[in-house]
T-cell receptor
Framework: GAVVSQHPSRVICKSGTSVKIECRSL??????MFWYRQFPKQSLMLMAT?????????EQGVEKDKFLINHASLTLSTLTVTSAHPEDSSFYIC???????????????FGPGTRLTVL | SQKIEQNSEALNIQEGKTATLTCNYT??????LQWYRQDPGRGPVFLLL?????KEKRKERLKVTFDTTLKQSLFHITASQPADSATYLC????????????FGTGTQLKVEL
């Protein structure tokens, strides 16, 4: 399967600051990456779909001006949480989609996640 | 409204027994359904995919069934081991839903010696 890394794994920041999270595909060229958020004991919630070279597609209720996504290359997507507040504290996970030749299905490979704590 | 439901209570079983986890969905027409394993503080890891026209899929000690009439998928781990302890998530791709995966809340499995 594909190998996905995230950096940093943990970050603690003060309220009002911005935090950038990187998601790298180490062995696949990913035209599409996904960003999820997971609160304790809850499901993964899709925040946005990140497309290489174009604007991200955000899910309903996710503020695009607050969660800036940049997918400038086939191996790197970044999520920047701007003016972070305590309610943004969560586990942020990226994934990339691998389409199998001749298949109508795909598998998502997830990064290890980034734990964000906003004080 | 659309829902994907998994048992919220942890499932505790004895080593060597078969663990069975349930995923029920409402108001979806899944093109396919996937099962993932998630360990604490880690991202999910893909386990199995089953398509709408498939009844059963197996991979080593894992078995997944898919009943589109009952709108349910069952995930079985046979000969369970303490190392199987984790949270298991089901996720589905809705027909016409683009490439978006929607996840259930997961069920925590604890395999005891």
């Amino acid at each position: 399967g594909a190998v996905v890394s995230q950096h940093p794994s943990r970050v603690i920041c003060k309220s009002g600051t911005s935090v950038k999270i990187e998601c790298r595909s180490l062995d696949f060229q990913a035209t599409t990456m996904f960003w999820y958020r997971q609160f304790p004991k809850q499901s993964l919630m899709l925040m946005a779909t990140s497309n290489e070279g174009s604007k991200a597609t955000y899910e309903q209720g996710v503020e695009k001006d607050k969660f800036l996504i940049n997918h400038a290359s086939l191996t790197l997507s970044t999520l920047t949480v701007t003016s972070a507040h305590p309610e943004d504290s969560s586990f942020y996970i990226c994934s990339l989609q691998v389409l199998r030749t001749g298949s109508t299905s795909d598998t998502q490979y997830f990064g290890p996640g980034t734990r964000l704590t906003v004080l | 409204s659309q829902k994907i439901e998994q048992n919220s209570e942890a499932l505790n079983i004895q080593e060597g027994k078969t663990a069975t986890l349930t995923c029920n969905y409402t108001n979806y027409s899944p093109a396919y359904l996937q099962w993932y394993r998630q360990d604490p503080g880690r991202g999910p890891v893909f386990l199995l995919l089953i398509r709408e026209n498939e009844k059963e899929k197996r991979k080593e000690r894992l078995k997944v069934t898919f009943d589109t009439t009952l709108k349910q998928s069952l995930f079985h781990i046979t000969a369970s081991q303490p190392a199987d302890s984790a949270t298991y998530l089901c996720a589905l791709r809705d027909t016409g839903g683009g490439n978006k995966l929607t996840f259930g809340t997961g069920t925590q499995l604890k395999v005891e010696l």
